[in-house]
């Protein structure tokens, strides 16, 4: 049986390794041994989720699908002997499919920031760090994002308009909401925008409605114990800043020989294969994806790869010709939370949409958190498109 090394135990390694164990014996290679589900990590700050609710055991989700979970960090991948290298162990591939997803960018004093889309555990912290200042009473918040400007594609601004959202419902909840002053903060003129037109114009409406403060397109010179600091000089003062900086490629990856777009992301043709080579795929938040200017690098698009990937290695492998794509799947779907409700938001090529969900679009947020659980464990199907 032809071996599949899969490096990388988020959206998209997971699909992989699912969709290739009946065929393949697989081997999934992460530096954790939980798959995160970042969509609701938004409520572990705001306390309706646990960090224990947000993670998945890989061990638990392999011992169902049968694929073989191996916790460690790469230290050297071995391209022309088909061999990855860990600290404690080396395994043999036929194929191999990178999944390692992204790093970020990293601005001066990224210290003094927190992010959602960080590392797990900074959820904590930022739940603490709020926490505190709701125990003092008052407060100043700014929660922001920013862009690459090497690739369109990195960037994750979705969860910070929900973090947000989020804290100001938990404010009102504790009548407290009127002492705090809460500011979105971006580097460009209309962020969110790539959502579509309707989604820009409901987050503006949003905003106002809720007295969130808006600050936008000025590049961020830097972070302080203070606030954040433009380029022009000017100031954001804060007390607490939330910010989920831009994405770019995997910093181990620019040690392997591998081709690399300017922002670090391994590149890739329509079916996932890395270019110029005959048994790499790249999936997911480390791989370039080409399309339309819109397009965002989401979980279901991460997965919709793993699927593209597993097809084509499988037809690879039997000498079939019939391969798949993923460009021609793109499009940016969300249920964006504001604590008390949601909007659906889809845009592909031909249309764009944001549909105003008061209180069922919570639930069914939450929903969607208890269905990508029973998923990964392979207790319940996956439902097409999501």
């Known amino acids: 049986m032809k071996k599949v090394v899969i490096l990388g135990g988020g959206f998209a390694g997971l699909q992989a390794a699912k969709a290739l164990q009946k065929k393949f014996q697989v081997t999934l290679i992460s530096d954790r041994d939980f798959l995160y589900l ?12 646990k960090f224990e609710d947000v993670k998945v055991s890989l061990y638990d989700i392999s011992a169902l699908e049968r694929f073989n979970v191996y916790v460690d960090k790469v230290t050297e991948l071995q391209l022309k002997e088909n061999t990855v290298v860990c600290e404690h162990k080396e395994f043999r591939y036929d194929y191999l499919i990178l999944a390692t997803g992204a790093e970020k960018v990293l601005m001066p004093g990224h210290e003094h920031a927190l992010s959602i889309c960080g590392k797990p555990e900074v959820s904590l912290e930022i739940k603490q760090a709020l926490n505190k200042l709701i125990y003092k009473g008052s407060g100043r918040i700014a929660v922001g994002f920013g862009g690459n400007p090497k690739d369109k594609s990195a960037v994750r601004g979705g969860p910070a308009f929900e973090l947000l959202f989020n804290i100001h419902h938990l404010l009102t909840k504790q009548n407290i909401r009127e002492n705090f002053e809460l500011t979105f903060f971006a580097p460009m003129e209309s962020p969110g925008e790539r959502m579509g037109p309707k989604a820009l114009a409901m987050v503006d ?35 607490l800043i939330l910010f989920i900086p831009a994405t770019a490629g995997h910093s181990a990856l620019r040690n392997f020989n591998l081709p690399l777009n300017d922002a670090g992301f391994v590149k890739i043709d329509n079916t996932c294969k890395v270019q110029d080579s005959s048994n790499i795929y790249a999936i997911g938040d480390c791989a370039a994806i080409e399309g339309p200017g819109w397009i965002a690098k989401q979980g279901h698009i991460a997965e919709l790869m793993g699927r593209v990937a597993a097809f084509n290695i499988t037809a690879q492998a039997s000498g079939r010709s019939e391969r798949k794509t993923y460009q021609e799947h793109l499009n940016i779907l969300c249920v964006m939370d504001t604590g008390n409700g949601a909007a659906f938001v889809y ?26 659980k029973m998923k990964a464990l392979g207790r319940i199907p996956r439902i097409p498109g999501l």
């Open 205 to 239: 409406k949003l905003f106002t409605k809720l007295s969130i403060g808006k600050r936008y397109g000025k590049k961020i010179k830097a972070f302080d114990p203070h606030g954040v600091t433009f380029e022009d000089d000017s100031t954001l003062p804060s007390d």
């Open 38 to 49: 970042y969509p609701i990590s938004i409520w572990i700050p705001t306390g309706e989720k």
């Open 347 to 372: 845009r592909d090529d031909k249309r764009s949409y944001a549909i105003p969900m008061p209180f069922i679009g919570h639930l069914l947020k939450k929903g969607w958190g208890w269905y990508a």
